[in-house]
């Protein structure tokens, strides 16, 4: 339940595990911009949507915040994900055409694949009525689907199977809060992340390494490591080299695999609670594709699907916190902002604020239909981030999840075990605490 600002940090202190959720006090959901508590550092939350635009916009003034960017260097070098200024503009330039609206038409066969693939793991669990993790079946599946669009290859080979179990341990390791730098410790402190997580990232960047040679390996392949490889900087005509590869490499496994599977998972838990939200979801997917494969255009056409994970994303957002660092003084809403402040862009509480949402902590996917626009507070919903940082892939995930949750719904029961264990915990990306164990069958049609 959240609290007063200097509860939440004390609330922090005291607990085991240091759910960054637990920093959000009663008014994040109520105020506009509002102070995390007291520390050396200064975190100041901003919810207005206006500000918060701005923030995500001016990357020279508020670039991202040095505890994040610590906590992902180690995997994603000097890639476009932490860099600021010049750095990232010329890396985006170059990266952009890997997600053009052509190339995700190309990658939509991959994902396609690795989707058909799923459902016979998903029929073998329904024969045998063995339980399974959902958290880790959502992993494996986008890991799959991103490898097989960047590389061409399936997850099934062995160091495509390493990567994955590297990045499962990386999740679960390097979102933990240091209270100690957070409360004490000076901004641009110099840190390093704890052995497990640098042997992890070692290991990933070394797999991605390998990756990357046997690609090159086989030109002529038409996936993103090839857009991404032929990618040249518009000033110098020069293409990123290899160590600038992997670095670029590990963001796309990053927000293409983790975040598209925190969603996910959030999706499937909701719609094993609400059956009269799979009867909708089940009518539209037989009324737009029948009894064929899902294809590309279907994905386009099913305004229910696309409303219910817009709901999901709304409630649950992929990336629970948007940090940003005042790089020197300056002004917000009438505040003073040192340099050095911490500025919190939460998406969770943007998303849950009464003064931004009508009936915030409600489910309802029909808020997105274009008749009750009026309800949306422009700028309020941000859950691929926003201004010329939004997520790249966000063409590409919008997709994907359309094509999973359609392929999959009208197929497959799920059933949650213990849902009431369940409750989310943020640390990268907003996750379940606890793994949520599920059992799944084969949906029979009705008589």
């Known amino acids: 339940m959240p609290r007063a600002p200097v509860a939440s940090l004390l609330r922090l202190l005291w607990r085991r595990q240091k759910d960054l959720l637990s920093l959000l006090p009663d008014l994040a959901y109520r105020e506009m911009v509002t102070p995390l508590g007291s520390s050396r550092r200064g975190i100041m939350l901003v919810n207005d949507p206006a500000w918060v635009n701005t923030i995500l916009t001016d990357h020279d003034l508020f670039p991202k915040n040095d505890l994040f960017v610590e906590a992902l260097e180690d995997l994603v070098g000097n890639s476009m994900f932490v860099t600021s200024g010049d750095t ?123 990756m990357l040679d046997t690609r090159m390996a086989t030109p002529g392949l038409d996936d993103i490591a090839g857009a991404v490889l032929d990618a040249r900087d518009t000033d110098t005509g020069l293409p990123f080299t290899r160590e600038e590869l992997i670095d670029q490499l590990g963001v796309f496994f990053l927000a293409g695999h983790e975040t598209t599977a925190s969603s996910l998972t959030w999706a499937f838990f909701i719609l094993s609670m609400r059956p009269e939200v799979v009867a909708r979801m089940r009518a539209e997917v037989d009324r737009v594709v029948g009894e064929g494969p899902v294809l590309l255009e279907h994905t386009k056409r099913m305004p229910y699907v696309r409303n219910f994970f ?91 999840t359309a094509l999973i949750l359609a392929s999959l719904v009208r197929r497959f029961d799920f059933t949650t075990l213990d849902a009431e264990r369940v409750q989310p915990f943020a640390r990268l990306t907003t996750r379940p605490a606890v793994e949520i164990m599920m059992r799944v069958r084969i949906e029979l049609p009705t008589a």
């Open 88 to 210: 990232w503009r010329r890396q985006r330039k170059m990266v952009d055409p890997a997600f053009s609206h052509m190339r995700i038409n190309r990658a939509f066969d991959f994902m396609a694949a690795a989707v058909h693939d799923f459902e016979a793991r998903l029929r073998a669990l329904s024969d045998s009525g063995e339980s399974f993790s959902l958290d880790a079946a959502m992993s494996h599946l986008t890991a799959d689907v991103i490898t097989r669009t960047i590389f061409s290859v399936p997850l099934a080979g062995e160091t495509s199977q390493q990567v994955f179990e590297d990045f499962m341990r990386f999740e679960r390791q390097v979102g933990s809060i240091d209270i100690k730098r957070l409360l004490i410790d000076k901004p641009w402190s110099p840190t390093t992340q704890p052995q497990a997580v640098r042997e992890a990232c070692a290991r990933i960047r070394m797999h991605l390494g390998t």
């Open 310 to 400: 817009r709901e999901v994303m709304r409630l649950y957002p992929p990336i629970t916190f948007l940090p940003r660092v005042a790089a020197r003084d300056t002004n917000i809403a009438g505040r003073r902002v040192k340099r050095g402040t911490m500025l919190m862009i939460a998406p969770w509480s943007m998303h849950r604020h009464e003064k931004l949402w009508v009936n915030p902590d409600r489910f309802d996917p029909d808020r997105f239909l274009p008749e009750r626009e009026g309800e949306m507070t422009p700028g309020a919903y941000i859950p691929f981030g926003a201004g010329p940082r939004i997520c790249v892939g966000a063409a590409f995930a919008t997709i994907e």
